[in-house]
């Protein structure tokens, strides 16, 4: 079978490995005879798996015992509603950067009182908004650290006087960071964690409980950390697959090795989109993201030879998100470089 380069943006690739472990899960689990699909949520097999599930994250992220780790149903944008409900009081801050950021301001304000301190949406979320304030007014600062339609990523994050959330779903364990930074963290695990199904929540366990809100059972953040991510039936099999994807990171040499990967991959694309007078990028240059490059035709008469060119390459999702076009290279952490070559060789023959 010939390879296939897949720059989906989500679900997204995963390592070799992770296929091939979860494959045999799916057979005979740990030599217990039951796939991983059977099993018992509360069996002390799949308790190991959600014990190190949650684990590996911290010492991943070098985060202590104050923060909690949860994998959770109902992808980020349960909790673009989840976040206002447990942190909300008076008024929260948000970044808007692109159409996940908006929606999760959406939500927010169903909640209560919502400011959104800067916006790029007027120039189609071409950059990310840096001159802002954000004071200790507010109970917390929304933003999202990657937008994937866009092809922006925040490349550092402001110093707040209040609550620092992020949304970082499309490039959590991509890059080395001060996770500390953050009171509460949140990511579909899709875009570059694991299968779809589940989502990962990093929470200060300091920050809950202030509000003084009625707060429904399953969107309350303390009721998931008393039943250990256990307050219904987890998704077993995503978070057993997230489980190896990051098992697969944590003994390739972490987080700080697979930045410098990804920082190789992207340089090598944007290197050939800035040298070639065929291809632009949407956003500006300073907030280029590492995990999905967005970028167009300079001459849209060469569109019908570029798609017959990468696709005959073996390159997939490549098509740009249905709001804008063009298209769009995502290159999560199990990309390998061989494929963003591939894809810069198509590239470069275009005459």
Avoid at 205 to 213: C, E, F, P, Y
Wanted: glycine letters at 6%; aromatic letters at 10%; hydrophobic letters at 40%.
């Amino acid at each position: 079978m010939s390879k296939v380069h897949n720059f989906s943006a989500g679900p997204c690739i995963l390592p070799q490995e992770v296929f091939e472990k979860s494959a045999q899960a799916i057979l005979n689990f740990n030599d217990i005879g039951l796939s991983i699909l059977e099993i018992s949520h509360r069996s002390k097999d799949f308790v190991a798996v959600m014990d190190e599930a949650r684990a590996i994250v911290k010492r991943l992220m070098k985060l202590g015992d104050d923060y909690e780790v949860l994998y959770l149903g109902g992808g980020a944008s349960l909790q673009f509603l989840m976040v206002p409900f447990n942190l909300l009081k008076t008024k929260a801050a948000y970044l808007d950067t692109g159409t996940w950021a908006a929606g999760a301001i959406k939500e927010a304000k169903m909640v209560g009182e919502v400011d959104v301190i800067a916006s790029s949406k007027a120039d189609n979320y071409a950059y990310i908004p840096k001159d802002y304030v954000v004071g200790s007014e507010y109970d917390y600062f929304h933003c999202t650290s990657n937008n994937t339609i866009y092809g922006t990523q925040m490349k550092s994050f402001p110093k707040v006087d209040t609550l620092m959330v992020c949304d970082m779903s499309s490039d959590i364990f991509s890059r080395d960071i001060d996770f500390s930074q953050f009171d509460l963290i949140y990511a579909g695990a899709q875009k570059n964690m694991g299968p779809a199904g589940v989502t990962l929540v990093v929470v200060k366990k300091s920050i809950l409980g202030k509000t003084d809100r009625v707060i429904p059972s399953y969107l309350n953040y303390q009721q998931h950390i008393d039943k250990e991510s256990m307050l219904n039936t987890p998704p077993v099999f995503p978070v057993y697959a997230s489980l190896l994807t990051l098992q697969h990171l944590e003994k390739n040499g972490g987080i700080a090795a697979v930045e410098q990967r990804n920082i190789s991959k992207a340089h090598l694309l944007y290197d050939e989109i800035d040298r070639n007078p065929n291809f632009e990028t949407f956003c500006r240059a300073e907030d280029r993201s590492l995990m999905n490059i967005s970028f167009k035709l300079t001459d849209q008469s060469k569109k019908d030879a570029f798609d017959a060119a990468w696709k005959a390459a073996g390159i997939s999702g490549l098509n740009g998100h249905r709001s804008l076009g063009g298209y769009r290279a995502s290159m999560y952490n199990a990309m390998p470089i061989e494929s963003v070559q591939v894809l810069v060789d198509v590239m470069s023959s275009l005459k």
